[in-house]
């Protein structure tokens, strides 16, 4: 096999190799990324759960307005 022939096909092995080697990490920072992000989703769910679990036992525990407009007037 001539040197130019081992040459060129070691080149082409070579791009070949580092083309895999890049979809791969691409690949990885892609699952890596979307991991990230739905942990920081759930984190954020999390927290405005708790915020509106702490209004509503906040309203729970808070006397009633008499000037609420919303405040049906007969008691129900």
Known sequence: MPGWLSLALSLVAKIVTQ???NREAEKAFRDLGAKTQAEDSRREAEHQEAEAQAAAEAATA?????????LRKDGT
Not at 62 to 70: C, H, I, M, V
Request: glycine share 0%.
């Open 19 to 21: 083309w895999l080697a």
């Open 62 to 70: 808070a006397p009633e307005d008499p000037d609420d407009p919303f």
